[in-house]
Antibody, heavy 120, light 110 residues
Framework: QVQLQESGPGLVKPSQTLSLTCTVS??????????WSWIRQHPGKGLEWIGY???????YYNPSLKSLVTISVDTSKNQFSLKLSSVTAADTAVYYC????????????WGQGTLVTVSS | QSALTQPASVSGSPGQSITISCTGT?????????VSWYQQHPGKAPKLMIY???NRPSGVSNRFSGSKSGNTASLTISGLQAEDEADYYC??????????FGGGTKLTVL
């Protein structure tokens, strides 16, 4: 059973960089066949896809966030990470990591989510 | 890209059937059979209920079904149960090689 777990600071100051890590267990990122994504949900709102990374390191980002987002992978630790720079209060959200198949493209496994608040 | 359009809320009584619509464009819903549906209970992560328009993952009740016509996809839940009360989100892969979600629909079981 694949499990994903987000970790990182729950509070970030405005203009700083939000950094989160997703640890994958029960399956190897290096095995291929899956995209590893970050998705966020603003309080009381819908879901927003941020971007994904493939085990090879290739990435694709939401065009609306592209200039501020970096996703990286550490296959030795079976982890992938998100960095979102120059955050504002509008970046306050629950951040999820999730897996999607390269075949079906649906998000079949999700982390439990972590709330990140941007505030001074 | 714009979010997919879903009704804000739907309701039904136990045992009844309800349908939630998800409208996009020819660049997402209408252009690909990559529509998926997610159920989210309060404080929980979304759970995949339907993928590739009409396929159910293992373990998901056959009371959940999906379909698509043109630029609109639909999720139907038959035999409503109290445990079905949740938020539901649709998602589609897009021609821009990314994903777009719907705004979500709150299902109330009366």
């Amino acid at each position: 059973q694949v499990q994903l777990q987000e970790s990182g600071p729950g509070l970030v100051k405005p203009s700083q960089t939000l950094s989160l890590t997703c640890t994958v267990s029960g399956g190897s990122i290096s095995s291929g066949g899956y995209y590893w994504s970050w998705i966020r949900q603003h309080p009381g709102k819908g879901l927003e896809w941020i971007g994904y990374i493939y085990y090879s390191g290739s990435t694709y980002y939401n065009p609306s966030l592209k200039s501020l987002v970096t996703i990286s992978v550490d296959t030795s630790k079976n982890q992938f990470s998100l960095k979102l720079s120059s955050v504002t209060a509008a970046d306050t959200a629950v951040y999820y990591c999730a897996r999607s198949s390269t075949v079906t493209t649906s998000f079949d496994y999700w982390g439990q989510g972590t709330l990140v608040t941007v505030s001074s | 890209q714009s979010a997919l359009t879903q009704p804000a809320s739907v309701s039904g009584s136990p045992g009844q059937s309800i349908t939630i619509s998800c409208t996009g464009t020819s660049s997402d819903v209408g252009g690909y059979n990559y529509v998926s549906w997610y159920q989210q209970h309060p404080g929980k992560a979304p759970k995949l209920m339907i993928y590739d328009v009409s396929n159910r993952p293992s373990g998901v009740s056959n009371r959940f079904s999906g379909s698509k016509s043109g630029n609109t996809a639909s999720l139907t839940i038959s035999g409503l149960q109290a445990e079905d009360e949740a938020d539901y989100y649709c998602s589609s892969y897009t021609s821009s090689s990314n994903w777009v979600f719907g705004g979500g629909t709150k299902l109330t079981v009366l």
